[in-house]
């Protein structure tokens, strides 16, 4: 879906499941009148029943709206990049989830979320509707629960189409996060490509000892 022209060199880090262990990643959001930072986890994270997905409750948390629009759900052959992550052989397809994720009603980011199409095939997560908890909670109860994520960040010129939907001015560059995540059996069962705002900032933490 986008043009991804790199400007900066990528970075690989794999986190494991255990509470993470080793790297905890967070990124931080900047939104008219306040930067709030977010934790990875809590994305990866099943939820309980009647809770609500990660992105609103972390909103919600700083005092914020979060919310999303679902503007397509579909079956197709993906971007080489995104087969090779996830395994795919020649032909085989994937489910892409595409999404606008807002702040007070102001898009901040872009997320293209790709499975398997053995997995999602069939599911709600080929339909364009939310999800109750989010993709992360109905992806563990079809039995897959993810143990291990590996996130790549690069910045990009974006294409029109995306400055267009983040309502960006000319020659303003993006963050791309792609984060793909498998299962202890090394099964990836999404990749997802979050497109974000410049005022984004990640920030991995390493605890030592």
Known sequence: MFIKLAREHAERLIKRAGGY???R???????????WESDSVAYLTPRGAGESDAWSQELERQQRRGSQRIVD????????????????????????RRRIMLVDDQPV??????????IARGTPLAEVRKIPGGAVT????????ISE???????????????????????EPV????????????????????????GHRLTYRTKVG
């Open 175 to 198: 963050l791309v996060l792609t984060r793909t995540s498998t299962t202890s059996e090394q099964r990836p069962v999404e990749v997802s490509q979050m497109t974000m705002l410049r």
């Open 21 to 23: 262990r080793g790297i």
């Open 149 to 171: 994520v590996s996130e790549d960040v690069t910045v990009d010129m974006p294409s029109q189409e995306v400055r267009e939907a983040l309502r960006l001015d000319e020659g």
């Open 73 to 96: 759900a579909r079956e197709l052959e993906p971007p080489p990049s995104i087969a090779a992550a996830l395994g795919l052989k020649a032909g085989e397809t994937a489910v892409v």
């Open 25 to 35: 990643p967070t990124k931080g959001v900047a939104v008219p009148g306040r930067m």
């Open 138 to 145: 109905l992806v563990a109860k079809l039995g897959f629960t």
């Open 109 to 118: 980011e872009l997320t293209d979320s790709y499975y398997p199409a053995a």
